[in-house]
């Protein structure tokens, strides 16, 4: 007898079928969930620890001078990068210095900037007293103008001789 499947269940059996099917998938995914988010931890902490690994291999290239040649072009765009953000970074900090008030005018007390040449308050001739400000020479790796007496670069990292150039 080959009957088909349709003719030897009963309709009204194969709900139970298809209830029963569907608990089975509800529960193998309640132990897949688990699993899958230990998977996202792990790759979690491997990343970590790969990004560990390039850090003090950065570290050992910039600060020791080792060399090792696979990774001299992602050591030389990662010099450029650090260079472009210290830069930005540098810039930025000029801008928020131009717009902050660091003094106080000597007659009424209002706030000032680096720009202001009169008091907005009562007038003042403003006079701010200039900074001493420290020699500047260049980074011998990265060229940035650093002060002479910097042990390491601020933009590379490296330690510097500083050039007499400036």
Known sequence: MNKKYDEIIPALERPQTVKLQASVEENTE??????????????EERLGLIIQIGNELHKKMRLQGIVEPEFTEYFHRIEELDKEIYITIKNEERLRMNSLYLYNCTECGSKLTLHDKFCGSCGTSVLIPEKNLEELGSCTNCEEEIPHSAIFCPCCGRKTAVSQES
């Open 30 to 43: 309640k132990e897949i969930t688990p699993l899958q988010e230990t998977a996202e931890k792990l790759r």
